[in-house]
């Protein structure tokens, strides 16, 4: 009798406390009477997500819908409670006003992992440090005079072009984008010829697949590390792959020897990259202040970005005890804050009939109508994206070089609509988007 009762009693037992465990933080909206979605045990309100039965940027407008006459509302990542925003205002407030409060995004490092180790990741004094070293790259003297590297790689770009539209035969334009930007950034970072567009089989080329194309596996970590943080970091899970980390520390070191020893000089970030650990600054991360270099306003903004912007949502991770403008709801430290960009900016309250390509929407009467933190591309506040103006530079010398001499048709190959990638983290096509190129006349 005992030997049956127990062979069934302890596993109810452990199961019985692992559902505790897992729900202990589902009343979590519900004390501070947030509105909220009731969650599910292991996956909270992220199942669809986890379980790659959609891609980010529709799980994430799904979410942005669950209650549309909200400001803000509760859900949980697997067990995490997380606050999502509906409210521009709190967007802004979040994203400048309060910075102080919500300077991290709450990504876990992990310390064997040098290439997770980024400016994106990095938090508190080591991000402010490096942000402030970095920030002079990006200023619009440094974008000039490293402008002829980006035309270079585009007039290799053309050529492509030209030689494809020879062939009458449908191509993959996503790929020919990211050869393009292997190019880009081989040249403008690496200070070396990775020639992507026209050798596929380059190690460079390779490792760099790698990364924009992680496996299942990979990309299911990186969710979790941000919604089970302790488990992440406790596991030491290292989400890049290892030759690939060291492929591209050893790419750096050997252009900074080579640069050094041959005094090489090319107006790129490498050229940063060496002046700062030459100054013995490059590592010490403590005394930056961000430098303010004055920027010229962006006037043309890009209806793709609206459309397919490249990342679905940013997160914020609470510093200090946070309490929400014009409400009596304290968020305590550790809560982190979801801001849905895919779900603002495919809001029909803000940019009506939100699926189709128009950009008009952004001429200056346009905007002037609309909250301009409903368009979030690149984030925004001191945590905006570094590269911006580079990467706007970019797209604008490879669409320039594309439809110079060519245009484009769909072909029996094209998907419309687009159906996004369930395993990337950033907005990207599953099958690839094809298209044929035709020369002008």
Not at 16 to 43: A, E, H, M, Q
Not at 116 to 145: C, I
Request: glycine fraction near 6%; aromatic fraction near 12%; charged fraction near 25%.
């Amino acid at each position: 009798m005992w030997s049956i009762l127990e062979k069934f009693l302890l596993p109810g037992l452990l199961l019985g406390i692992l559902y505790c465990f897992l729900t202990s933080t589902f009343d979590f909206w519900k004390n501070r009477g947030v509105p909220f979605r009731k969650p599910t045990v292991l996956f909270g309100n992220f199942a669809s997500l986890l379980l790659f039965q959609k891609s980010l940027p529709e799980g994430i407008k799904d979410m942005y819908e669950w209650f549309r006459d909200e400001r803000y509302f509760g859900a949980f990542r697997v067990t995490s409670p997380v606050l999502i925003l509906r409210d521009p205002d709190l967007v802004k407030d979040i994203c400048v006003k309060s910075f102080a409060c919500f300077t991290n995004r709450g990504i876990p490092v992990n310390s064997q992992d040098s290439l997770s180790a980024h400016l994106f990741n990095l938090e508190g004094k080591r991000w402010k440090s490096l942000r402030s070293k970095l920030t002079p790259a990006f200023s619009s003297g440094k974008l000039k005079r490293m402008f002829y590297l980006l035309a270079e790689c585009g007039e290799e770009f053309q050529k492509l072009i030209d030689a494809s539209s020879e062939t009458h035969r449908p191509f993959e334009i996503r790929e020919l984008a990211a050869k393009f930007t292997i190019d880009v950034i081989g040249s403008c970072a690496f200070g070396i010829q990775i020639n992507a567009l026209t050798d596929e089989e380059s190690e460079f080329h390779r490792a760099a697949k790698k990364l924009s194309k992680p496996s299942y596996t990979a990309t299911l970590w990186r969710m979790l590390r941000t919604a089970m943080p302790k488990l992440y970091k406790f596991l030491d899970v290292q989400v890049i792959d290892p030759e690939v980390s060291k492929f591209f520390k050893n790419v750096v070191s050997q252009m900074i020897n080579e640069r050094e020893e041959h005094g090489i000089k090319r107006h790129d970030f490498m050229d940063l990259l060496i002046e700062l650990k030459n100054k013995g600054t490059l590592d010490e991360c403590g005394n930056g202040q961000v430098c303010n270099d004055e920027d010229e306003e962006i006037t043309e903004e890009i209806e793709t970005l609206r459309k397919y912007p490249p990342a679905s949502m940013l997160s914020r991770r609470c510093e200090h005890q946070y309490q929400i403008p014009g409400s009596k709801v304290e968020l305590p430290v550790g809560i982190r804050v979801i801001i849905p960009i895919y779900g603002f900016h495919h809001d029909p309250d803000y940019y009506p009939d939100p699926a189709t390509f128009d950009p008009e929407r952004f001429t200056e009467e346009n905007k002037r109508t609309r909250h301009p933190y409903t368009y979030l591309p690149f984030g925004e506040g001191p945590r905006n994206c570094i590269g911006m103006r580079f990467a706007l530079l970019q797209i604008k010398v490879g669409i320039i070089s594309f439809l110079r001499k060519h245009r484009v048709e769909t072909c029996e190959r094209t998907i419309t609509p687009i159906k996004f990638s369930r395993r990337s983290l950033v907005t990207t096509s599953e099958k690839g988007f094809w298209l044929k190129i035709i020369q002008y006349s």
